[in-house]
């Protein structure tokens, strides 16, 4: 259903400002994730390093299923609150609730963790893991979970600046500096010295997180009682969708490592990472996109919004070109500048990676449009299907090689997601998200 009449004003310059400083965080937060594995590359084994990147997989897919989906109701259930619904309890009812219920699911899934953890460091290839391990994981877990939560309620309140800084960049920032410390002292850290660290980031991003949410929070009307029951309903439809969608996009590191061993587990994550360094264009793009999108389209200005897309998607192209013009011609010395004599052999596997990146910039930004339109559902099922498709590709061809077979299949996920998503916005939306000539033209002749 396409929108018929205008009913929202431009958003503001503090929109449009504090999406520039998310994006701005985020792409700032895929560079810091590439430095730390160039150096975890030299202060670890190849074995330990696929290890740990395993552990961490697992960490972060578990803190998403701790949040049990309030990463995406906890902006609507803020906004109910601040409007008088949701029984008219107030905001810091709903917040309480957001806190016992992710408290509640986090401790069940420690709980489970704790009591499987010798299969969990067996699946990441650790041989007779310790209780200190899994303490430290669990550590890890937790301090994640809380500090993204937190995050996502200062979001909910519309501190997006802050947000930005929280969600990730500041865990990462705190990692990088303390493997990079160690890289310059001479360190030569294993498995658990650099889980602690992993674990310590996450405490302190966390506890920092802390300060903001305190002082928010510290404005709103003291309202007693815990609003449980409005969060679990709106909360707990999105939960297994997150999960899986999350963990779909984890799962070709983890076959890699199951159907490999920890040394292709830590070549494919390497490959993986560089490969998504030609998404920072388009990530960057549409995160200072997704407003303008959103109120072009509930404005009904079809042309302008389709004038918008071609453009934005052609800068897109533009740029990562360039970027997947370097990457190639670096051959497979740049892995092993980026990170050692072992990584060459991952170079067959970012080279497949680098094609489903390619599809991705060309398509332009169909998953943006559904999602910031009336089409976050048929957005999820794109997701989970491309990502299930993907992922029987990985499996089935990770037995006869671990490496180029998952990213075989992890390419085909991306590249089906986008040509699915393409395919919505044109058939459905009437919009066209791919650079056209005219605007590739334009972006060509721009100074």
């Known amino acids: 259903m396409r ?19 998310v994006g701005a965080a985020r792409v700032a937060t895929m560079f810091l994730g590439l430095v730390i594995n160039m150096a975890l590359a030299r202060l670890l084994p190849l074995d330990t390093l696929g290890s740990f990147f395993l552990l961490a997989s697992l960490v972060q897919v578990a803190a998403l299923l701790a949040m049990a989906g309030t990463t995406h109701s906890a902006v609507p259930l803020v906004a109910q609150a601040l409007g008088g619904g949701l029984d008219a309890g107030g905001v810091r009812p709903v917040l309480r609730g957001m806190g016992v219920y992710i408290g509640i699911v986090l401790l069940a899934v420690s709980v489970i963790g704790l009591a499987q953890f010798d299969r969990v460091a067996a699946f990441a290839g650790v041989d007779g893991a310790g209780l200190l391990l899994a303490v430290l994981v669990l550590l890890w ?8 939560a937190i995050a996502h309620g200062l ?20 990692l990088a500096m303390a493997l990079l410390g160690l890289l310059v002292l001479g360190g030569s850290p294993g498995l658990i010295a650099v889980t602690e660290l992993a674990a310590g980031a996450a405490v302190l991003a966390g506890l920092a997180a802390l300060v903001p949410m305190r002082r928010e929070t510290a404005t709103l009307p003291e309202r007693p009682g815990v609003s449980l029951a409005p969060v679990v309903r709106m909360s707990l439809p999105l939960w297994l969708l ?10 070709h590191l983890w076959i890699s490592g199951l159907m490999g061993s920890p040394e292709s587990a830590a070549l494919f994550g390497a490959a993986l990472r560089v490969a998504r360094l030609v998404a920072l264009p388009l990530l960057a793009v549409n995160l200072a ?4 999108v959103a109120r072009l389209w509930r404005q009904g200005d079809l042309a302008g919004l389709q004038a918008l897309l071609g453009r934005s998607a052609a800068a897109v192209l533009a740029v990562s070109i360039l970027l997947l013009a370097a990457l190639v011609l670096g051959g497979p010395g740049l892995l092993i500048l980026l990170f050692g004599e072992a990584f060459g052999p991952a170079w067959p596997a970012l080279l497949i990676l680098l094609a489903g990146q390619a599809l991705n910039a060309a398509t332009g930004s169909p998953l943006l449009v559904m999602t910031a339109t009336e089409a976050q559902r048929p957005a999820m099922v794109v997701a989970l299907v491309s990502g299930a498709v993907g992922l029987a590709l990985s499996l089935s061809l990770a037995a006869q090689d671990p490496l180029r077979g998952v990213a075989f299949g992890a390419a085909v996920a991306v590249a089906l997601q986008n040509l699915l998503a393409l395919g919505y916005c044109r058939w459905w939306l009437g919009l066209r998200t791919q650079p056209t000539l005219v605007a590739l033209r334009r972006q060509e002749a721009s100074p």
């Open 155 to 174: 979001r909910a309140m519309g501190r997006v600046g802050l947000f930005g800084l929280f969600e990730t960049f500041l865990y990462n920032l705190l």
């Open 289 to 292: 996109l997704g407003p303008v």
């Open 242 to 251: 997150v999960a899986a969608n999350a963990a779909l996009v984890e799962a």
């Open 141 to 148: 877990l937790g301090a994640r979970t809380c500090g993204q």
């Open 3 to 21: 929108p018929q009449m205008a009913d929202a004003k431009a958003p503001g310059g503090g929109v449009l400002r504090a999406s520039g400083l």
